[in-house]
């Protein structure tokens, strides 16, 4: 998994709340184990008309955000199904981490064990956010996962915190084995002493 430390990126303001999972990948594209790809259909149908050709309203399209790398959104994102292959969607795009009020229980234990940042701020607070990203022209802004802080084009910073095991999984860049393999020593005499 690949760590997260820090990263300078375009935040793009998507101002909804309870984006369920089907929202965010709809299900008909769930079907094959790989998670490449699946970016294409990230937000398939606010992103596209029925016709295939692009909604241009839609923030992920816009010129200024269709390399966004981090979310500002509203709460409960990620609400809905288990779906891991929604949060594989957001990364394949090329997202790294989602500011929201709140998000799906699943959604968010899918996003840790993947590399995603989430981080949970008031409801205030993410409204202030999207409107100073959108006044800012969309200038790129700095989310600090090492000094818990986020770093507005203005200069402002916001401090944040996450969970201390979460953070520690992402700095760090561990999944679910090598989280195990940092255990090996003690697996190993459990299993000679059987």
Not at 26 to 41: C, D, I, S, V
Not at 120 to 149: F, G, W
Request: hydrophobic share 40%.
């Amino acid at each position: 998994m690949k760590k997260f430390t820090c990263i300078s990126a375009v935040a793009a303001p998507l101002p909804l709340s309870n984006i369920d999972t089907d929202m965010v990948l709809p299900a008909q594209y769930m079907k094959g184990l790989t998670r490449e790809g699946l970016g294409n259909h990230l937000f398939q149908t606010a992103r596209y008309r029925a016709d295939g050709s692009e909604n241009p309203g839609f923030i992920l399209n816009r010129p200024e955000c269709r390399h966004a790398r981090i979310l500002i959104t509203d709460r409960n994102f990620g609400c809905g199904s288990s779906r891991e292959h929604a949060v594989w969607a957001v990364t394949d795009y090329g997202i790294r981490c989602i500011i929201a009020p709140s998000f799906g229980n699943i959604f968010a234990a899918n996003a840790r064990k993947n590399g995603l940042l989430l981080i949970s701020l008031p409801d205030a607070i993410c409204h202030e956010l999207r409107e100073m990203v959108a006044q800012s022209d969309y200038a790129p802004i700095t989310v600090d996962l090492v000094n818990e802080k986020i770093v507005l084009a203005s200069e402002q910073s916001i401090s944040f915190s996450i969970d201390a095991n979460d953070r520690h999984i992402l700095l760090h860049g561990l999944d679910d084995i090598s989280r195990s393999l940092q255990h090996i020593a003690a697996i190993e005499r459990f299993e000679n002493a059987a």
